[in-house]
């Protein structure tokens, strides 16, 4: 995760920003969806495409590890 994406997770957190996601009960989904639609990004396929290749780990394992 770089910086920017760091700063965006700290700022809705202390401003309570996040919102419901439609089918979820989780307010987290709308940051899941985010990060499972930036792996498919070149700069990240090919890190995601691996990490994915270890039994139990999934797209967002990949993208935060």
Do not use: C
Request: proline residues 3%.
């Amino acid at each position: 995760m770089n910086a920017s994406h760091y700063h965006a997770i700290r700022d809705a957190l202390a401003s309570k920003a996040f919102t419901q996601a439609d089918g979820s009960p989780w307010p987290t989904a709308v940051l899941d969806a985010e990060i499972l639609e930036l792996s498919g990004l070149e700069r990240y396929s090919e890190h995601v495409r691996v990490l994915q290749g270890f039994k139990g780990s999934d797209t967002l394992t990949a993208m935060v590890f």
